[in-house]
Structure formats: structure tokens, C-alpha cells
């Protein structure tokens, strides 16, 4: 049966790289939360500096406070951790406190710096000064899912949903990825990109309600965990996954190997509940487990056992996704972050390159070029035609 041994599938992060040089005539301009747009290095660098001047001008100023603080924040955005940028931030912080206190942008990007997601106090203030900016709506998402309180999880679900915050493509993308499992499966995400639509779609819309969603970086919290994973009539020994996913040598904590040993545990446990990880999962979470996984559409399906994986794409892919909105996507222009789009519409390109193979071989030569055509314009709006190519290198048996 068609597999895929080992895939570097297109996570949102990769291929977000944009060549904006410094400008003469720069001007500042709006920073988005990089899952909306992503720049390069260089120019959140400029940016810093052009919103600092505005502030410079006008400390009263919230707008230039909420670029320049984003603008630092994703300034080398991978090394976000470091002691040094931490420092610059709490500084921003700090300063914003003393310029512009008790504002919406300042109890927004204070929550943001600290980003305790079971104290929403600073959140609730945000809310409270202008309840219509949706920027709020996230962490309460967050908050609520955590906690279990279904009522505010909905109502937050829905303002966000009314909102339009989130583009319309990156919510067909997701119905797309829920698609992509069986009925009563658990599915491991990876960010805001793949987590939040999901949470919409499923609960605004109740579409595929029947799918436990554990995003990453929520999944190591102990009685959030407990609570899904109870509402599933799984029982396993939380505390002893967390003493595996402790290093050896220094004994820290890793998010990473805790999904690692949640995933064999349950793949072990209960064999009769289907696993998927959505293709946004980075790969250092997925590539221990990699003989176990089979693509299916837009995640990866996470079993010891052989599948006709191709046959879950065909399926998918012609009966179960929405794919219109490729070629014909409404609104769009009212929304930025192109290549967030285009990079993470790269996860179709495996898929449909399977599909057209398998079409070639069966001489059902129309069909073939079809996918082709389709995977390739994706790939080129992704400016990576290359890994078109390269991919039809993989042995897929």
C-alpha cells in the first residue's frame, strides 16, 4: 500500500521568508501576529525603529505602541525565548505603562508578554475598553477550552466567528483537516493556524464535533488532558508520561516528547481509536513515530498497522474536502498573509501528486493531469515548484 516513509510536508512556519531590504523612503506600517502575515527579520528591524520614532513623537499614542511592541516581538521571531528579548519587551512593557496606562493595547500586549493562560484578568480589562477588537477573543478561547466551560467557550467561538478575524480560506483549509479523520478520532494540532478555525468550525458550526482536538502546546496541562481525555473513557497514567518526557541527563521537561509518549501510549492502549496529526505539526514532534504514519489528506494518520492510505485520499480529496476555494476564494483580497496561505496550501501538493500517480498508472490520463496541474499551481504560488518535482522522487511503497 502507497506511504510515505519520511515527508517534510509544508508546515505553516516554513517557507515564510519574505526579501524586504531597508528603504530610504520606508514609512511604518501595520505589524500583524505572524499568523496573519510574516516578514523578514530585516524588516521588523526597520519597523521597530520607524514606530519608535512615532512614539518619539507622540507617546500617547496606542497604535505606534502595539506596532513597535510587535515589531520586537518578531524581530528574529526564533530566538523569542532569549533572556535579551525578554528584557526589551518587559521594557516596552514597562514604558507602555507609564505612557499609555490602563488602555486597551496595554492590558492586551501585558497579557501577550506574560501569557498566562489561567488568569485572564488583564484580558478581561482589554475586553472590557473595547469588546469589538477581537485580538481579545483568542486568549478567552484558549482560557475556556482549558477549563472546560463550554457556555463562555461558545459565546467567545462565536464573537470571534462574527468578527471575520480569521479568513475564510484558513477555515475551509481546517474543515479540510477535520475531514481528514474518522469518526471519534483524536487529532494533535499544532498553533493558532490549525486550532483555533478548528475550534469555530466546530463550535459555531458543529462540524465534526466528534473529533477530540489536543493542540501541542495544551496537551502537557494535567487536568485539561484529564478532562478530554475522560470524555473519551481513556484512562491513562498522566503523571508517568510526564517522568518519560523528562531528559535523562538534566531532567527538564519537554512539551515535545510528552506529545511523543502520549501518542505511543494511546496508539498502544487503545488501538481503536484513530490518531492523526494535522501536517502543520512541526517535525521534530512527528519524526519518531514516522514509520507509523501514513498521509491521508491534510494529517497524518497514526497507526501500527497497514492502511491503504491512497485509497483515504482518493476519498478525501474528490468526496470529502472543500477544494472550490483554490480556485475561487471570495473576500480575499481583504485579508492579509499570502504566503502564510500559500505555504501552508503546500500540504495538498503530496497528496495530490499520490493521486495523480496513481491515476497515470491507471492510464486514467485526464485525471492525472488534473491533480498535476492543481499541485503544481499551488507549488508555484508558493514559489517552491522545486519540491514538486522532488517529490515524485519518494518511493511510496
Known amino acids: ?68 511592541y510587535n515589531a520586537n516581538r518578531y524581530a528574529y521571531f526564533e530566538d523569542f525565548a ?25 492590558y492586551l500586549l501585558k497579557y501577550w508578554n506574560t501569557y498566562d493562560i489561567h488568569d485572564i484578568t488583564l484580558i478581561k480589562k482589554a475586553y472590557e475598553l473595547q469588546p469589538q477588537r477581537p485580538d481579545s477573543y483568542y486568549p478567552f478561547i484558549t482560557h475556556y477550552e482549558i477549563k472546560g466551560q463550554k457556555d463562555y467557550l ?26 481528514s479523520t474518522e469518526g471519534d478520532a483524536i487529532l494533535f494540532t499544532n498553533g493558532d493556524n490549525d486550532t483555533y478555525p478548528v475550534w469555530l468550525l466546530q463550535n459555531t458550526h458543529g462540524i465534526r464535533t466528534d473529533v477530540t482536538v489536543l493542540n501541542i502546546s495544551l496537551a502537557a496541562t494535567e487536568e485539561y488532558l484529564k478532562r478530554k481525555l475522560k470524555a473519551l473513557d481513556i484512562s491513562l497514567d498522566i503523571t508517568e508520561l510526564k517522568r518519560r518526557a523528562k531528559a535523562q541527563e538534566t531532567g527538564e521537561f519537554s512539551k515535545t ?27 521534530d514532534v512527528i519524526k519518531s513515530m514516522r514509520e507509523d504514519l501514513y498521509i491521508v489528506g491534510l494529517a497524518y494518520q497514526y497507526t501500527d498497522k497497514r492502511i491503504d492510505n491512497l485509497a483515504l485520499i482518493k476519498k478525501n480529496l474528490e468526496r470529502n474536502f472543500r477544494l472550490d476555494y483554490l480556485e475561487h476564494d471570495w473576500y480575499q483580497e481583504q485579508y492579509s498573509g499570502n504566503k502564510i496561505k500559500n505555504s501552508m496550501h503546500m ?25 498535476s496541474e492543481l499541485a503544481l499551481r499551488l507549488a508555484r504560488d508558493a514559489g517552491n515548484t522545486k519540491s514538486l518535482e522532488e517529490l515524485r522522487k519518494y518511493d511510496y511503497n
Not at 168 to 174: C, F, K, R, S
Not at 258 to 283: D, H, M, R, S
Open 154 to 179: 461558545n459565546e467567545f467561538c462565536q464573537k470571534l466567528y462574527d468578527s471575520k478575524d480569521i479568513a475564510p480560506w484558513l477555515l475551509n483549509y481546517n474543515y479540510n483537516v477535520l475531514m
Open 1 to 68: 500500500m502507497p506511504r510515505i516513509q519520511f515527508i517534510f510536508v509544508t508546515s505553516f512556519i516554513l517557507f515564510l521568508s519574505c526579501n524586504l531590504g531597508q528603504s530610504q523612503q520606508a514609512k511604518p506600517e501595520k505589524v500583524y501576529r505572524i499568523v496573519y502575515e510574516w516578514k523578514s527579520n530585516e524588516w521588523y528591524q526597520e519597523q521597530a525603529q520607524l514606530w519608535k520614532q512615532e512614539i518619539e513623537r507622540d507617546p500617547t499614542n496606542p497604535d505606534a505602541w502595539y506596532n513597535y
Open 257 to 283: 516528547r510528552f506529545v511523543q509518549e502520549l501518542a505511543k501510549e494511546l496508539l498502544e492502549t487503545y488501538p481503536n481509536i484513530p490518531i492523526y496529526f494535522a501536517l502543520t505539526v512541526y517535525q
Open 82 to 106: 532569549t533572556e535579551e528579548k525578554q528584557r526589551i519587551l518587559n521594557k516596552i512593557i514597562e514604558d507602555m505603562g507609564q505612557a499609555i496606562p490602563e488602555t486597551y493595547e496595554y
Open 347 to 371: 500540504n495538498y501538493v503530496i497528496p495530490m501528486v499520490m493521486l495523480a500517480d496513481h491515476y497515470q498508472m491507471s492510464a486514467e490520463k485526464i485525471k492525472s493531469e488534473e491533480w
